[in-house]
C-alpha cells in the first residue's frame, strides 16, 4: 500500500480504563540475577580452563542430558487424558496481533469464522478481534474488506506505542468482552474444534493458561521446515506432555494459548519488556499461584521459516528473552514457599535451559575434538566422562525415535534417514545464545521486536492433515 494512495485508517479510541500497566524497567532483582547467571558461565569457563581437565564438564553436561532426556521419556509410555466435560461454554474473545501480514491475515480469519464453539442458539460463542499494529501495506484495507463478510470481525488499528506483540496485546485487552483471551499469530490455521477441546481445562480455577500443540503446515517445502517440524511436533511436544504427567511447568506458546482474563490482569498483562511473553506470563502465573495446562489434541498449525537467516533472527530473540527471564525470575522462582520441589527443579530447569544448551553443545564439541585428535595435549578428559557422554547421544536418538514413531504423523522411513540431521540443526544455538546474551545486556531497558515475516498465502491443509 503506498503512501500516496492509502485511505486514512481509523485508529479506534477505547473509552475503558486499561487494566494492564508496563513498567519501562526491570526490578532490582534483574541486576542479581544477571549477576548470578554471568558468574556460574564464566566460573564453569574458568574452572576447565585453568585444570585443563573436561571431565568435570562433560559429567556436568552428562546430568543436564539426563534429566531432559529422562523426562521427555516418561511421556512415550502414557495415554493422554481429555478434560473434564462441563456444560459451561463461557465467552471467548480472540486476538491476533498484525503488522504487514496481507500475504496470509486473509487465510487466518477464514480459519478462526470456522470454529465450532457455539451458544446453544447456535450462534458464535467467541469474538475475532485484530489489531493491526501500524501496518504499511494492505493488511488493515483487507481486514476492513473482511468485515463486509464476516459482520462480528473486529479491526482495531494502532498507530502509536511501545513496539511488540505484547505491546499489542495489553492494546488490545479493553475492547475485549470475554472472560477468556485466545492469542493466534497472523499466519494461523486453527482446527475447528480448537476452542471445544481447550476450553473444559479451565474448570478449575487455579488453571489460569491452557496451551494447544503447533503444528507446521509447510513443512514439506525444504529441509529447513522439516526440522522446525521436528523440533515443534516432536521435542517441544514431549516436552509438555512429560511435564504434565510428572507434574513441571507446562508452559504458554506465543500462538494458540488461551488466559483467563482475570488472571492476565492480576499478574499485569503481557509483558512489554520481554522478548518471549509467553515464557515470561508462565513464570507470573506460577509465582500467583496459577498454572498452564497442555492440550495435545488441541492443534493449530504455522508457518515455519525456510530461510537460515530469519531463523537465527527468530531464535537470538528467543535467546535474548529467555535470559531476560533467567535475570528476572531465578531467586523468585527458587525462594517462592508454595512451589512443590518438582516445580522448582523443573522451573530453574526451563529459565536455564538457554545456558545448558550451550553448554551441552559447546562440551559435545570439545569431546567431538578430542575423540578425532586422542593426542591433543591442552584438553583432558576421563575415558568414563567420554563414554558416558557417547551414550547419552544414543539416549537422544533413542527418545527422539521413540517420539518420531509415536507422535509424528505419516510417518516415512524417510523421516528417520533425515532425523540425525535435526541434532546438527540444533548447532544454529550457538549462534543464537552469545547474540541473544549481548542482546539481553545492551537492551535492558528496551526492547526491539524482531518480527518473523510470513508469506504462505496459498495453503492446501489435505496434503499436511
Known amino acids: 500500500m503506498s503512501k500516496n494512495n492509502s485511505k486514512k485508517k481509523k485508529n479506534i479510541k477505547s473509552t475503558k480504563k486499561l487494566d494492564c500497566t508496563q513498567t519501562d524497567k526491570y526490578s532490582s532483582g534483574w541486576n542479581v540475577g544477571f549477576a548470578i547467571m554471568t558468574f556460574i558461565v564464566l566460573a564453569i569457563l574458568i574452572y576447565t580452563l585453568s585444570i585443563r581437565d573436561m571431565t568435570p564438564y562433560q559429567l556436568a553436561i552428562l546430568l543436564i ?42 487465510n487466518t480469519v477464514r480459519s478462526l469464522f470456522k470454529i465450532e464453539y457455539k451458544k446453544n442458539d447456535g450462534t458464535p460463542n467467541y469474538e475475532v478481534i485484530i489489531v493491526d499494529d501500524n501496518s504499511t501495506d ?11 463478510e464476516f459482520s462480528t470481525l473486529i479491526p482495531l488499528h494502532r498507530e502509536t506505542g511501545r513496539k511488540g506483540k505484547s505491546a499489542v496485546l495489553n492494546f488490545a485487552v479493553p475492547y475485549t468482552n470475554g472472560d477468556y483471551i485466545a492469542v493466534f499469530d497472523a499466519d494461523t490455521i486453527v482446527e475447528p474444534d480448537f476452542l471445544t477441546k481447550t476450553m473444559k481445562f479451565f474448570s478449575s480455577e487455579n488453571v489460569a493458561g491452557v496451551q494447544g500443540r503447533v503444528k507446521i503446515f509447510n513443512k514439506n517445502e525444504n529441509l529447513l521446515a522439516k526440522l522446525q517440524d521436528y523440533e515443534f511436533t516432536i521435542y517441544a511436544h514431549m516436552l509438555q506432555l512429560s511435564k504434565a504427567i510428572f507434574g ?18 492480576d499478574v499485569g498483562g503481557w509483558n512489554e519488556m520481554s522478548a518471549t511473553d509467553d515464557q515470561d506470563l508462565t513464570i507470573k502465573f506460577l509465582l500467583k499461584g496459577n498454572f498452564v495446562r497442555y492440550v495435545p489434541n488441541a492443534v493449530i498449525w504455522q508457518e515455519a521459516i525456510t530461510k537460515i537467516y530469519p531463523l537465527i533472527r527468530q531464535r537470538v530473540r528467543w535467546a535474548e528473552g529467555m535470559f531476560r527471564c533467567i535475570y528476572e525470575y531465578f531467586f523468585p522462582v527458587m525462594l517462592h514457599k508454595k512451589l512443590t520441589l518438582i516445580q522448582k527443579i523443573d522451573g530453574l530447569s526451563g529459565l536455564m535451559r538457554i545456558v545448558a544448551t550451550l553448554i551441552v553443545l559447546i562440551g559435545y564439541i570439545q569431546l567431538s575434538t578430542l575423540i578425532v585428535f586422542p593426542n591433543l595435549e591442552y584438553y583432558t578428559c576421563h575415558q568414563i566422562a567420554q563414554l558416558s557422554n557417547i551414550f547419552m547421544l544414543f539416549v537422544f536418538a533413542g527418545v527422539m525415535i521413540g517420539g518420531l514413531l509415536k507422535f509424528y504423523d505419516k ?15 540444533n548447532t544454529i544455538w550457538l549462534i543464537a545464545t552469545p547474540i541473544g546474551y549481548w542482546n539481553s545486556i545492551k537492551n535492558k531497558n528496551t526492547i526491539k521486536w524482531d518480527k518473523t515475516e510470513h508469506k504462505v498465502k496459498e495453503i492446501n491443509m489435505e496434503s499436511v492433515n
Not at 76 to 93: A, C, R, W
Not at 248 to 265: C, E, P, Y
Not at 412 to 421: A, G, H, S, T, Y
Request: proline letters at 5%.
Open 65 to 106: 542430558s539426563l534429566y531432559t532426556m529422562g523426562t521427555m521419556a516418561i511421556c512415550l509410555p502414557f495415554k493422554f487424558k481429555e478434560g473434564e466435560q462441563t456444560k459451561e461454554t463461557p465467552f471467548v474473545s480472540i486476538l491476533v496481533p498484525a503488522k504487514n501480514e496481507e500475504l496470509v491475515i486473509e
Open 138 to 148: 494492505s493488511t488493515f484495507e483487507i481486514l476492513n474488506g473482511l468485515k463486509k
Open 248 to 265: 513441571g511447568i507446562m508452559q504458554l506458546s506465543g500462538n494458540g494459548q488461551i488466559v483467563r482474563k482475570k488472571a492476565l490482569i
Open 411 to 425: 510417518f516415512q522411513i524417510m523421516d528417520l534417514i533425515r532425523f540425525p540431521i535435526y541434532w546438527f540443526y
